[in-house]
Protein backbone atom coordinates (compact mmCIF):
# COMPACT_ATOMS: atom_id res chain seq x y z
CA UNK A 1 0.00 0.00 0.00
CA UNK A 2 1.44 3.60 -1.01
CA UNK A 3 1.77 6.56 1.84
CA UNK A 4 -1.00 8.59 0.05
CA UNK A 5 -3.56 5.43 0.49
CA UNK A 6 -2.32 4.94 4.51
CA UNK A 7 -2.79 8.09 5.23
CA UNK A 8 -6.37 8.12 3.26
CA UNK A 9 -7.59 5.20 5.04
CA UNK A 10 -6.13 5.63 8.68
CA UNK A 11 -8.67 7.16 11.27
CA UNK A 12 -9.42 7.23 14.74
CA UNK A 13 -11.45 4.72 15.67
CA UNK A 14 -13.96 4.71 18.72
CA UNK A 15 -15.89 1.60 18.10
CA UNK A 16 -14.09 -1.80 17.81
CA UNK A 17 -14.94 -5.79 16.47
CA UNK A 18 -15.53 -8.01 19.30
CA UNK A 19 -13.07 -11.24 18.83
CA UNK A 20 -10.61 -9.35 16.29
CA UNK A 21 -7.07 -10.46 16.89
CA UNK A 22 -3.97 -8.75 16.73
CA UNK A 23 -1.12 -10.95 17.34
CA UNK A 24 2.38 -9.66 19.39
CA UNK A 25 4.14 -10.50 16.41
CA UNK A 26 2.37 -7.09 14.70
CA UNK A 27 2.83 -5.21 17.66
CA UNK A 28 6.30 -6.33 17.39
CA UNK A 29 6.69 -4.84 14.24
CA UNK A 30 5.07 -2.01 14.44
CA UNK A 31 7.50 -1.13 17.31
CA UNK A 32 10.37 -1.88 14.74
CA UNK A 33 8.97 0.60 12.18
CA UNK A 34 8.55 3.06 14.97
CA UNK A 35 12.57 2.75 16.13
CA UNK A 36 13.32 4.28 12.10
CA UNK A 37 11.61 7.32 13.36
CA UNK A 38 14.38 10.02 13.83
CA UNK A 39 15.41 10.82 17.74
CA UNK A 40 17.71 13.29 19.16
CA UNK A 41 21.35 12.29 18.79
CA UNK A 42 19.88 8.88 18.28
CA UNK A 43 18.93 8.11 22.17
CA UNK A 44 15.76 6.49 21.05
CA UNK A 45 13.87 7.28 24.50
CA UNK A 46 10.33 6.27 23.76
CA UNK A 47 9.08 2.74 25.36
CA UNK A 48 6.24 0.63 24.49
CA UNK A 49 4.34 -0.91 27.04
CA UNK A 50 2.07 -3.52 25.37
CA UNK A 51 -1.01 -4.52 27.42
CA UNK A 52 -2.91 -7.90 25.58
CA UNK A 53 -4.49 -9.92 28.50
CA UNK A 54 -8.26 -9.25 29.21
CA UNK A 55 -7.83 -8.15 32.74
CA UNK A 56 -5.53 -5.75 32.32
CA UNK A 57 -7.02 -4.11 29.53
CA UNK A 58 -10.13 -3.92 31.77
CA UNK A 59 -7.94 -2.74 34.47
CA UNK A 60 -7.24 0.16 32.83
CA UNK A 61 -9.87 0.65 31.11
CA UNK A 62 -12.15 1.05 34.58
CA UNK A 63 -9.46 2.83 36.13
CA UNK A 64 -7.09 5.14 34.17
CA UNK A 65 -9.94 6.05 31.57
CA UNK A 66 -12.47 8.42 31.74
CA UNK A 67 -16.10 7.66 30.47
CA UNK A 68 -15.50 8.48 27.45
CA UNK A 69 -12.38 6.17 26.38
CA UNK A 70 -13.65 3.46 28.47
CA UNK A 71 -16.57 3.87 26.09
CA UNK A 72 -14.24 3.90 22.92
CA UNK A 73 -12.30 1.29 24.36
CA UNK A 74 -14.37 -1.42 24.11
CA UNK A 75 -13.86 -4.63 22.47
CA UNK A 76 -10.24 -3.46 22.07
CA UNK A 77 -7.55 -5.82 21.41
CA UNK A 78 -4.11 -4.31 22.72
CA UNK A 79 -3.74 -0.92 24.62
CA UNK A 80 -0.23 0.19 23.98
CA UNK A 81 0.99 2.93 26.81
CA UNK A 82 3.65 5.29 25.14
CA UNK A 83 6.35 6.55 27.02
CA UNK A 84 9.69 7.76 27.42
CA UNK A 85 12.78 8.01 29.21
CA UNK A 86 12.90 11.39 30.79
CA UNK A 87 16.16 13.76 30.61
CA UNK A 88 17.89 12.50 27.92
CA UNK A 89 16.56 13.23 24.69
CA UNK A 90 17.23 17.47 24.52
CA UNK A 91 20.17 16.61 26.87
CA UNK A 92 24.16 16.71 27.62
CA UNK A 93 25.51 13.64 28.95
CA UNK A 94 26.09 16.06 31.90
CA UNK A 95 22.28 16.61 32.20
CA UNK A 96 22.59 20.45 31.22
CA UNK A 97 19.50 20.78 28.41
CA UNK A 98 20.41 21.98 25.48
CA UNK A 99 17.35 24.14 24.85
CA UNK A 100 14.51 25.61 26.96
CA UNK A 101 12.41 22.49 25.51
CA UNK A 102 14.51 19.75 28.19
CA UNK A 103 11.77 17.13 28.10
CA UNK A 104 9.84 18.63 25.28
CA UNK A 105 12.99 16.70 22.79
CA UNK A 106 11.39 13.38 24.64
CA UNK A 107 8.03 14.09 23.83
CA UNK A 108 8.76 15.23 20.46
CA UNK A 109 11.06 11.99 19.69
CA UNK A 110 8.12 9.67 20.72
CA UNK A 111 5.54 11.49 18.81
CA UNK A 112 7.63 10.86 15.69
CA UNK A 113 7.62 6.98 17.09
CA UNK A 114 4.14 6.70 17.11
CA UNK A 115 3.49 8.57 13.79
CA UNK A 116 5.33 5.21 12.62
CA UNK A 117 3.91 2.86 14.22
CA UNK A 118 0.13 4.04 13.77
CA UNK A 119 0.92 4.46 10.27
CA UNK A 120 2.55 1.15 10.14
CA UNK A 121 -0.87 -0.85 11.91
CA UNK A 122 -3.19 1.04 9.33
CA UNK A 123 -0.40 -0.16 6.53
CA UNK A 124 -1.41 -3.82 8.67
CA UNK A 125 -5.18 -3.57 8.63
CA UNK A 126 -5.16 -2.65 12.25
CA UNK A 127 -7.21 0.45 13.44
CA UNK A 128 -6.10 2.76 16.61
CA UNK A 129 -7.09 4.91 18.45
CA UNK A 130 -4.65 7.59 20.70
CA UNK A 131 -6.01 8.86 24.13
CA UNK A 132 -4.11 11.33 25.91
CA UNK A 133 -7.07 11.98 28.39
CA UNK A 134 -6.01 8.95 31.02
CA UNK A 135 -4.49 8.81 34.22
CA UNK A 136 -0.86 8.54 34.08
CA UNK A 137 -0.32 7.45 37.94
CA UNK A 138 -3.10 4.88 37.47
CA UNK A 139 -1.31 3.37 34.53
CA UNK A 140 1.98 3.75 36.23
CA UNK A 141 0.98 1.76 39.27
CA UNK A 142 -0.70 -1.12 37.08
CA UNK A 143 2.01 -1.23 34.25
CA UNK A 144 4.62 -0.45 37.04
CA UNK A 145 6.28 1.93 34.70
CA UNK A 146 9.18 2.99 35.96
CA UNK A 147 9.70 6.85 37.23
CA UNK A 148 12.11 7.96 34.93
CA UNK A 149 9.79 7.63 31.97
CA UNK A 150 6.98 9.81 31.30
CA UNK A 151 3.21 8.82 30.51
CA UNK A 152 2.81 10.15 26.91
CA UNK A 153 -0.34 8.28 25.68
CA UNK A 154 -2.29 5.02 25.25
CA UNK A 155 -3.22 3.38 21.61
CA UNK A 156 -6.00 1.22 21.36
CA UNK A 157 -5.71 -1.70 18.75
CA UNK A 158 -8.42 -3.53 17.19
CA UNK A 159 -10.32 -3.31 14.21
CA UNK A 160 -12.84 -1.13 13.46
CA UNK A 161 -16.78 -1.94 13.89
CA UNK A 162 -17.51 1.06 11.92
CA UNK A 163 -16.09 3.66 9.39
CA UNK A 164 -16.57 7.29 10.66
CA UNK A 165 -16.23 10.22 7.89
CA UNK A 166 -12.64 12.19 7.35
CA UNK A 167 -12.74 14.92 9.75
CA UNK A 168 -11.95 18.42 7.76
CA UNK A 169 -8.60 19.34 7.56
CA UNK A 170 -7.19 22.72 6.88
CA UNK A 171 -6.04 23.77 3.92
CA UNK A 172 -2.14 24.10 3.32
CA UNK A 173 -1.94 27.71 2.44
CA UNK A 174 -3.78 27.91 6.55
CA UNK A 175 -0.57 26.46 7.75
CA UNK A 176 2.43 27.24 5.68
CA UNK A 177 4.48 30.68 5.29
CA UNK A 178 7.33 30.67 3.16
CA UNK A 179 10.10 33.03 3.47
Partial sequence: MELDQILEKRRSIRKYTKGANVAPELV????SAA?????????????YH????????????????GAWNRQCTENVQALV????VKNISGYQKDGTPDNELENGWGIYDAGLQNSVFLLKAAEAG???????IRDASVIRGL????EDEAVLSVIALGERSET???PHRKNVEDVVKFY
Fill in 143 to 146: LGIP
Fill in 50 to 65: VVMSPEKIQALRENAF
Fill in 35 to 47: LEAPSWKNTETAR
Fill in 81 to 84: VTTF
Fill in 164 to 166: PDK
Fill in 126 to 132: IDTLVMG
Fill in 28 to 31: KEFV
